[in-house]
């Protein structure tokens, strides 16, 4: 089936372009003609932008928004708030929260999703019947939510990390954990692949996963995506230079764990040297503005990253806000702050930072030029934020409101800033009360 589409507006690998027709066949772009006319093609408003990959998510957080504040905190006060929830979920209430936290980045122009997936087992750490129940929950909810998907299945063994080594599981995290590496390894295998779902696999943290275990993981899933927590906390660092007296990144790097493939999450205290191996090792990483901020992180180094030659991609991590135009924008305003000067990245960098598709399995995906996944977002110009923007520099105006029409692989999943499931904050309100309900 052929179908075609035109923009009066968008952003093609050549830069701005206008009066564009997309002739989308067997959910592939196949024509993208500038200059062109409508010829009876659908009407897409306002400018078009490739679809967005949200590189790092753990879905079920999106049941914390507004309701880790209380008092202050901390980044370890809000991890026990994040403990409690975790240790209410079954398959079902997994289920429901991310297919309406999917739905809810559908509406924000998010068209792939990366899922660093730890919640794997029943409280206690018994195995489901199905010991990818929970996984499998992930992917009926991509499916639902019209996004495709890419389980970053974690390793998880230990409860943590000090100057002693590696502490135990506590009665929270035994639902992360297998046991080891080896039968992780083992529960990985048994994912498949389809149409709509890539496997890749993730290292917790260096606090989570001990030296010795990381040469099982180095050889699952080989070629594959592969993320890790990276120096997100001053105290990770210190923990593992009292331990193994050395940095996360080298840590990773000495062992063979960074390569093309590996995507570093956060890096916010990453240092100089370890700039140097991860830009060597031509890794990425995951920059996520709005968690760092909400959670107090500090900001990472995002231009002394991106100039040694480490690709930047964004994600909305534990969702306090779902909008990866924030993110982006994000990533430029904290460098502008640190810096004290503006235009730190021009918008056509801060585009390829939301596009990283290939980051989690889809290097198919993000450029609106033919034979790429027919995946766009088209975003209003005329609201109140972006009436009079320069097409080119939308993504310094525009929100996740601003967005009316979302197509994955060529099938319309949002129109008119509708989703196809219907009215998504319904289903959040359902999702969110039934994962907090006893």
Known sequence: MSESWFA??????????????????G?????????????????LPGVVLPGFANCHSHAFHRALRARTHGAGGSFWTWRERMYSLAGRLDPDRFLALARATYAE???????????????HHAPGGRPYAEPNAMAEALREAARDAGVRLTVLDAC?????????GHEPLDEVQRRFSDGDATRWAARVAALHEDANTRVGTAVHSVRAVPREEFETVRHVTPGRPLHVH????????????????????????????????????????????DVQRLGTAHATVCLCPTT??????????????????????????????????????????????????????TPSQLLEMLTRHDRIGWPDAGRLEPGRRAALVAVRLDSVRTAGS??????LAATAADVDTVLVDGRPVVEGAEHVLGQVGRLLVDAIEAAWHD
């Open 27 to 43: 959910g592939r772009f196949t024509a993208v003609t500038p200059d062109a006319t409508p010829d009876g093609a659908r009407r």
């Open 156 to 164: 998880y063994v230990a409860g943590g990390l000090d100057g002693s």
């Open 292 to 345: 760092e901020r909400d959670l107090a992180d500090g900001i990472g180094p995002a231009r002394e990253l991106s100039d040694g030659g480490v690709p930047l991609s964004v994600g909305s991590d534990q969702h306090a806000v779902v909008d990866l135009f924030e993110e982006a924008r994000g990533v430029e305003m904290h460098e502008r702050l640190t810096e004290r000067r503006r235009g730190r990245f």
């Open 8 to 25: 009066a507006h968008a952003l093609l690998p050549t830069g701005a372009a206008r009066d564009v027709r997309l002739q989308v066949t």
């Open 390 to 395: 320069d097409p080119a520099q939308v993504l």
């Open 230 to 273: 990276v120096s997100e906390q001053v105290a990770e660092n210190e923990a593992c230079r009292a331990y193994y007296g050395t940095t996360p990144t080298a840590l990773l790097d000495d062992a063979g764990l960074l390569t093309p493939v590996t995507t570093a999450v956060h890096a916010t205290h990453v240092t100089a040297d």
């Open 105 to 119: 980045m559908a509406l924000a122009g998010i068209t792939a999703v990366g899922e660093f997936h730890y919640l």
